[in-house]
């Protein structure tokens, strides 16, 4: 069974450079410029990076100059076997402005919508929701009759450390973009009180209000940024509700596709204080907090904790 990974690090003017796996080493991938044939590559440069994600040994990059070869209005494009894996103009992915605002949001999403080892969900690392529980459970009592909401549950790390501390809820509601994951995590928590629903956190709603709210390592990811879905989430908390949601710790603002078509946006504490209130809510506090270690260091975090307004 076929298990590819594949990414595009880097695509400019001057180069393209990325790394692939299939289950182990790929022999060769097909570079085309403008639809025409450029060269046969053999990904077997070592990346470091790749080889603490735990692939192999590490030697699965691939780099090619494109200096005299691309402008860019070039279409770049690699194959395997006559397969497209990654085709783009390369203006575009140097410059994410340029992709129009309708193709940016569908943009957005195409990662997220998809299936890929749980590691990627997280810095390449596998890790448990530890120390944002230590953080909820200090700003809050959680009781039995909780109604709790998790936005984008990835693969259940939230939930699991819930679960391991006993954590107190009538029913626990997990709302994720991708049906696959959706899938992996009824098979993996058959538990009652406890479901999964495929939908976007933009406009999904459901019949009754929440009274907690949490959400990790998701908002920075949606498009253009996280008004609409908060908003929709404000519209969904009962009376004296809280939210927990938490976003990249930053000290400036920021928005950007990088080159695997992935959506970042970064806020500053003063923006993210700004934008909560404007969209209904009444802040508690901003507060930083360690997911953990990834690949290339701490995860550090601002957890926003709110209640409606």
Avoid at 17 to 33: H, K, S, T
Avoid at 166 to 193: H, K, M, N, W
Wanted: aromatic share 10%; glycine share 10%; charged share 25%.
């Amino acid at each position: 069974m076929s298990s590819l990974l594949f990414y595009v690090d880097i695509i400019t003017t001057s180069q393209i450079a990325g790394w692939i796996d299939d289950n182990g080493p790929v022999d060769e991938i097909e570079l085309e410029i403008d639809g025409c044939w450029v060269c046969t590559l053999s990904p077997s440069v070592y990346r470091s990076d790749v080889e603490r994600a735990g692939v192999g040994d590490g030697r699965r990059g691939f780099i090619f100059p494109l200096a005299g070869r691309a402008d860019p209005d070039s279409v770049v494009a690699i194959k395997r076997h006559g397969t497209i894996l990654y085709k783009a103009r390369v203006g575009d992915a140097m410059n994410p402005g340029a992709v129009p605002e309708a193709q940016a949001h569908v943009r957005s999403q195409q990662r997220w919508r998809e299936d890929e080892p749980a590691p990627y969900l997280t810095w390449g690392r596998l890790m448990t929701g530890a120390s944002l529980w230590d953080l909820y459970l200090s700003r809050r009592d959680f009781t039995a009759s909780d109604r709790i909401l998790e936005i984008g549950p990835g693969y259940g790390r939230l939930l699991k450390t819930a679960l391991e501390r006993r954590v107190c809820f009538a029913s626990y509601t997990a709302v994720e973009l991708s049906q696959p994951r959706v899938d992996r995590l009824v098979a993996e928590f058959p538990i009652g009180g406890v479901r999964f629903v495929q939908g976007d956190i933009d406009e999904w709603s459901d019949g009754e209000p929440f009274d907690v709210v949490i959400c990790s390592s998701t908002f920075e990811h949606l498009y253009p940024d996280c008004r609409r879905a908060l908003r929709n989430i404000c519209r969904q908390l009962s009376p004296g509700g809280a939210v927990f949601i938490d976003f990249i710790e930053t000290a400036g603002s920021a928005q950007s596709f990088d080159a695997h078509g992935t959506y970042v946006r970064q806020y500053s504490k003063e923006e993210l204080t700004a934008i909560f209130r404007e969209c209904g809510y009444a802040l508690q506090s901003v507060e930083s907090c360690t997911l953990g270690e990834g690949n290339f260091g701490p995860v550090n975090r601002f957890v926003v904790v709110a209640q409606p307004a």
